[in-house]
């Protein structure tokens, strides 16, 4: 159980374009979802959490006007990366904890998707 | 041995020893710590948690260790098998968000 499902796994774009990924629990509820990057040989750096219903919480420095993230329902949420560049190339990974479980439950974590921008 | 890379420490070990990995984490107000495994292209995979009423905790082959006088963590790994390899990396949390540390690389040879 608790599987977190990312689309797509892999995606090329042109600078200028926009990318969305989407970010699905399979199997459970979560109110919450986290969106993480990861730069190669680094850790996983926190940008946002997406809160179902409400507007999401971003972690100082990440702009929101170009990530733009949306929880619609309680198994789904989006982030659009908004005129994307090259430098906003990176390995970007969902994660989701089950609305009835607290924080001291882990979260599950998507297969992350790979975005090249050219 | 262990050495550090660009930005990933390394611990490279032979297929049958033991395997520990430390984490130091930053907030003394942290109360449930994780460790995730991650393969190349892959998301983080949960193996073991542990929370701050507690020292230690044992899964299938990894044991957990909690000091939180120094705010140290580790993972021990018995019997490292091949397909133990990959970035392991400590987790800490307070409620909410999930802290990552900075990760290190296992290299396991047959």
């Known amino acids: 159980g608790a599987v977190v499902s990312q689309h797509p796994s892999r995606v090329i774009c042109k600078s200028g374009t926009s990318v969305k990924i989407e970010c699905r629990s399979l199997?459970?509820?979560?109110?919450?979802m986290f969106w993480y990057r990861q730069f190669p040989k680094q850790s996983l750096m926190l940008m946002a959490t997406?809160?179902?219903?409400?507007?999401?919480?971003?972690e100082q420095g990440v702009e929101k006007d170009k990530f733009l993230i949306n929880h619609a329902s309680l198994t789904l949420s989006t982030l659009t990366v908004t005129s994307a560049h090259p430098e906003d190339s990176s390995f970007y990974i969902c994660?989701?904890?089950?609305?009835?479980?607290?924080?001291?439950?882990?979260?599950?974590f998507g297969n992350g998707t790979r975005l090249t921008v050219t | 041995g262990e050495s550090v890379g660009l930005h990933l420490p390394t611990l490279s070990v032979q297929e049958g020893d033991n395997s520990i990995i430390n984490c130091a984490y930053s907030?003394?107000?942290?109360?449930?710590f994780i460790w995730y495994k991650q393969e190349s292209g892959k998301g983080p995979q949960f193996i073991i948690d542990?929370?701050?009423?507690?020292d230690k905790r044992q899964g299938q082959r990894v044991t957990v260790l909690l000091n939180k006088t120094v705010k140290h963590l580790s993972l021990q790994i018995a019997a490292t098998q091949p397909g133990d390899s990959a970035v392991y990396f400590c987790?800490?949390?307070?409620?909410?968000?999930?802290?990552f540390g900075k990760g290190t690389m296992l290299l396991v040879s047959p």
């Open positions: 987790a800490e949390t307070g409620y909410s968000t999930l802290t």
């Open positions: 542990i929370r701050s009423n507690m």
């Open positions: 997406s809160n179902e219903g409400s507007k999401a919480t971003y």
């Open positions: 907030n003394s107000a942290s109360d449930y």
């Open positions: 199997d459970f509820q979560a109110t919450t």
């Open positions: 994660s989701a904890r089950p609305t009835l479980t607290g924080g001291d439950s882990p979260l599950h």
